[in-house]
Structure formats: C-alpha cells, structure tokens
C-alpha cells in the first residue's frame, strides 16, 4: 500500500487565514519528503522539501514541518491568497531517483 | 525557456486500441520520467529513461511500454487498452535522476479509454 497519505480530502479557508495541510508517512527510514501543487490542468509544481536531519524547513509564505516521532508533516501557507486554491500532494522517494510516491492529495480552496 | 511539454493534451481510444504519448524534456534535461494519474489520485510512478535506457519501473504491466531518443524526448507506448487505463499522464524531466526542485513537470495528457 502507499507509504504516505494524507488526513483530509477537502480543505476549505477564507482569503488572508493561514492553511495547515497534514501528511502521514509509514516507512520510518524515509529521509526526504516534497511538497507539490498541482492547479487545475497543470502538472505538480514543486513547492518546498525537507530531509529528515530538520524539524521545519521555510520557504516564501510556506513552512514544512516534520514531526519523525509521530511520521507526519504539515504544509503552512501563510495569508492564504485565491491563487494558493489547487490539490496539495506531499511526496517522497520510492527508493530510486525520480521514483515518487505520492499521497492522494488535499484539495484547498480559498473563499474571497 | 520552454518547459516540458507533452502532446497531445486530450486523447479518445477504444478498449484494445494502441496509444503513443509524446514529451519534450525541459531544456538541458536529459532525464524523463512518466506517471500515471488517475481521477482523484496523486501521480503513479510508470518507468524512468535516461541515456535512453529505461533505468527504474513501477507496478505496471508489459502493455507499457516507452522509449527515449538522442534528443532527450521520449514516448509512452500502451497497447491494448483497457477501460481503467484512462488518467492523466504527467512527464517529468530532470538534468541527470532527480527529485525535487530538480524534477519539473509536464500539464500532461488527457486520455479517455472508450
């Protein structure tokens, strides 16, 4: 089965609120995880990755952050604009190089 | 700078058909990886070709299959389709095997098995 999933389908914010989207992962030796964006019609954009040597990890108006002991991570994305609206995967290695494995995806939307 | 670029966008074939995916790497990328992804589902892993050889496989049958060429691009090949094979396709391409801010992706193609 898949080694990473995600908690909610569906997340729905009001434009300018913070957005915390969640992620579990299984295999406790993973060290690298990616997070991706994928808006309507478009391939996954890279947005932020974190190895397992660091708690959290920011980026431009987003934060990752990596909880080993409990094998979750977050996505924070701060001031939520309308643009931010698409399906948010997190990712990690399948063993090899370019092997992904993808969890299911949460889809945000931001309300004006 | 032209990103990876697939054709075509949108595809219609029948149960049994043969279909041919096409994907242009990102210039000075050498490295195209495939996945399927279908509705509702984060991307699946297809196969991997670098110096065109394919390198790394997923969980997928023999009726895919793929192909790379000098310039770098590649094609996806399924042979006789079936009705669950309908999904996006997404390419991705990397300078060398990658991941991350290293790996850049396709829009993708559209195909529907009839």
């Known amino acids: 089965g898949e080694s990473v999933g995600l908690h909610l389908p569906t997340l729905s914010v009001q434009e300018g609120d913070n957005s915390i989207i969640n992620c579990a992962y299984s295999?406790?030796?993973?060290?690298?995880f990616i997070w991706y964006k994928q808006e309507s019609g478009k391939g996954p954009q890279f947005i932020i990755d974190?190895?397992?040597?660091?708690d959290k990890r920011q980026g431009q108006r987003v934060t990752v952050l990596l909880n080993k002991t409990v094998k979750h991570l977050s996505l924070q994305i701060a001031a939520t604009q309308p643009g931010d609206s698409a399906v948010y995967f997190c990712a990690e290695p399948g063993g090899s190089q370019g092997n992904l494995i993808f969890g299911k995806g949460t889809k945000l939307s931001v309300k004006p | 700078d032209a990103g990876v670029t697939q054709s075509p966008t949108h595809l219609i074939k029948t149960r049994g058909q043969q279909v041919t995916l096409r994907c242009s790497p990102k210039?000075?990328?050498?490295?195209v990886s495939w996945y399927q992804q279908a509705l509702g589902q984060g991307p699946q892993f297809i196969f991997q070709?670098?110096?065109?050889?394919?390198?790394q496989r997923g969980n997928f049958p023999d009726r895919f299959s793929g192909h790379q060429f000098p310039n770098y691009s590649s094609e996806l090949n399924v042979n006789a389709l079936l009705l669950g094979d309908s999904a996006l396709y997404l390419c991705?391409?990397?300078?060398?095997?990658?991941?991350?801010?290293?790996?850049?992706f396709g829009s993708g193609t559209q195909l529907s098995v009839l």
């Open positions: 295999n406790s030796a993973s060290d690298y």
């Open positions: 210039s000075g990328h050498d490295t």
């Open positions: 070709y670098y110096e065109e050889e394919e390198r």
């Open positions: 991705a391409s990397s300078l060398a095997p990658g991941l991350g801010e290293k790996l850049f």
């Open positions: 974190i190895r397992s040597n660091m």
